[in-house]
């Protein structure tokens, strides 16, 4: 069964580090998009993706974050000075229809940690 | 943005015994509920979904049951289980835009 894949599972950075973090969506999924969940906390949004632009965005996704599909399979958050309070759980998610149709089907998680 | 409130955020049972457990949302255009499943350390599973055009859907001892008037829907467990023990979260969208809202998340633990 196709699933999302994400890389790294774990990565620890010193604060005001940029950090990237990669996403391979299931290949005929048109949306796609990055929660984060804080230790013990709900999922939180941050950003949608379609047709190779942003469709939505929390405020969570300020300056400081950026996505990308720099080629036809992947799919990268790009977390430019991180903060200690970036320290979370990434999750990748991509879905076949909208999210008023579709189920999202989430990766395995990057987490981060941010020292 | 869409409000996605879930209710309790612990529950303990017997096992054997139900759970439920309720969220309620604020778009009253959203139509696409789904109910995620969390272990620990683990990424949120879809344990089911429901759409606006029916009122209850079934699969072996989950269901969950809309009222679209209330604006309000429930998880209901029956039979529980030990390895049912694990953090669920329910999910409704933005109807204007493409993103879901997720509740709070609720602890289930069932006592062997």
């Known amino acids: 069964e196709p699933e999302v894949t994400q890389t790294p599972s774990h990565q620890v950075t010193q604060m005001g580090q940029e950090v990237i973090l990669r996403c391979v969506p299931i290949?005929?999924?048109?949306?796609f998009y990055w929660y984060r969940q804080i230790l013990g906390q709900k999922v939180e949004f941050l950003v949608s993706f379609y047709n190779n632009e942003i469709s939505e965005k929390s405020e969570i996704f300020d300056d400081q974050f950026s996505v990308e599909r720099p080629d036809g399979s992947n799919f990268t958050l790009k977390i430019r000075s991180t903060k200690l309070e970036d320290s979370a759980m990434y999750f990748c998610?991509?879905?076949?229809?909208?999210?008023?149709?579709?189920?999202?089907?989430f990766g395995e998680g990057s987490r981060l940690t941010v020292l | 943005g869409e409000n996605v409130e879930q209710h309790p955020s612990t529950l303990s049972v017997q096992e054997g015994d139900s759970a439920v457990i309720k969220c309620t949302y604020s778009?009253?255009?959203?139509?696409?509920f789904p109910w995620y499943k969390q272990e620990l350390g683990k990424r949120p599973q879809l344990i089911i979904d429901i759409r606006s055009n029916v009122g209850e859907k079934k699969d072996q001892r989950i269901a969950v049951t809309l009222n679209k008037t209330a604006k309000h829907f429930s998880l209901h467990i029956t039979e529980t289980q030990p390895e049912d023990s694990a953090v669920y979260f329910c999910a409704a969208p933005l109807r204007t835009g493409n993103q879901f809202y997720f509740g709070t998340g609720t602890s289930l633990t069932v006592i062997p």
């Open positions: 778009d009253s255009a959203s139509n696409y």
């Open positions: 290949s005929n999924h048109l949306y």
């Open positions: 998610a991509s879905s076949r229809e909208d999210t008023n149709t579709g189920e999202l089907f």
